[in-house]
């Protein structure tokens, strides 16, 4: 048994976990603990104060005491609003915090787009343009050419959480550009666990969605492999990325 940790703001789409637990259909099992949101925003100063090393340190004794052997901050917007050197000294401080290997979903994405060779990709993010912006400098700061960016708008992970698949599929067509290899979504916020293999078959390409990228990176740091064809593209490729 392989057990992955999980760090999660809120409480908006955290069902995908154990909906990907099942569809990995292996003997990895996904432990999730809640930190605190503090104010529900897709605002800079909010995002930051969620990301703050001492709301992460909160949830890390009880992911070591469940054995997890890796963990991930699984929030794109906390994680990429520090910028990428930001990000990696949040995640070195989660490291050394939990005594595990650690990441957080923002570099799952740039991993994630190395292991498919997406080098030129389009973002679908439920945020509001600014935050959506700092996602893309994000990306090419690890590497990723972003050709294009929509964002929803969209101010609180509450009401994200409450999106279903014609959102979904609506804001993944209106970014998706014909020269892009994939399409990223990141918000943790949004359910897109079940909708993976539809969304690649409607836009004929690899997508990239929050939930899906944390777990297959938290499955990267103990050099575990999973094929799970049901979670997409990402889930068929070898080797996994080594960084």
Same mark, same amino acid.
């Given at each position: 048994?392989? %057990?992955?940790?999980?760090?999660?703001?809120?409480?908006?789409?955290?069902?995908?976990?154990?909906?990907?637990?099942?569809?990995?259909? *292996?003997?990895?099992?996904?432990?999730?603990?809640?930190?605190?949101?503090?104010?529900?925003a897709? @605002?800079?100063?909010?995002?930051?104060e969620?990301?703050?090393?001492? @709301?992460l340190?909160?949830?890390?004794? &009880?992911?070591?005491? *469940?054995?997890?052997?890796?963990?991930?901050w699984?929030?794109?917007?906390?994680?990429?609003?520090?910028?990428? &050197?930001?990000?990696?000294?949040?995640?070195?401080?989660?490291?050394?915090?939990?005594?595990?290997?650690?990441?957080?979903?923002?570099?799952?994405?740039?991993?994630?787009?190395?292991?498919?060779?997406? @080098?030129?990709?389009?973002?679908?993010?439920?945020?509001?343009?600014?935050?959506?912006?700092?996602?893309? &400098?994000?990306?090419?700061?690890?590497?990723?050419?972003?050709?294009?960016?929509?964002?929803?708008?969209?101010?609180?992970a509450?009401?994200?959480?409450?999106?279903?698949?014609?959102?979904?599929?609506?804001?993944?067509? %209106?970014?998706?550009?014909?020269?892009?290899?994939?399409?990223?979504?990141?918000d943790?916020?949004?359910?897109?666990?079940?909708?993976?293999?539809?969304?690649?078959? &409607?836009?004929?390409?690899?997508?990239?969605?929050?939930?899906?990228?944390?777990?297959?990176?938290?499955? @990267?740091?103990?050099?575990?492999?999973?094929?799970?064809?049901?979670?997409?593209?990402?889930?068929?490729?070898?080797?996994i990325?080594?960084?």
């Amino acid at each position: 048994m392989t %057990a992955l940790g999980f760090l999660y703001p809120g409480h908006s789409a955290e069902d995908d976990y154990p909906r990907i637990e099942q569809l990995l259909g *292996s003997d990895i099992r996904l432990d999730v603990v809640h930190t605190d949101i503090g104010t529900d925003a897709h @605002r800079v100063d909010a995002l930051l104060e969620m990301g703050a090393a001492d @709301r992460l340190a909160a949830g890390v004794e &009880e992911l070591r005491m *469940s054995g997890a052997e890796s963990v991930v901050w699984a929030c794109t917007s906390g994680s990429f609003v520090y910028g990428w &050197e930001g990000a990696h000294d949040q995640v070195r401080t989660l490291a050394r915090t939990a005594g595990l290997p650690a990441s957080s979903t923002s570099f799952a994405f740039v991993h994630a787009a190395q292991e498919i060779g997406a @080098r030129r990709v389009a973002v679908a993010a439920t945020y509001p343009d600014d935050v959506a912006g700092l996602f893309a &400098e994000f990306l090419r700061a690890g590497g990723v050419d972003v050709l294009q960016v929509r964002g929803a708008g969209i101010i609180t992970a509450a009401e994200v959480g409450t999106w279903g698949e014609e959102e979904v599929f609506a804001l993944a067509r %209106a970014a998706d550009s014909p020269d892009a290899d994939a399409v990223l979504l990141p918000d943790t916020a949004l359910h897109t666990a079940t909708h993976i293999p539809a969304l690649e078959k &409607e836009l004929a390409k690899p997508v990239l969605t929050a939930n899906q990228v944390t777990v297959w990176e938290a499955l @990267r740091l103990t050099d575990r492999r999973v094929n799970a064809p049901s979670l997409g593209a990402l889930f068929t490729k070898e080797p996994i990325v080594q960084v």
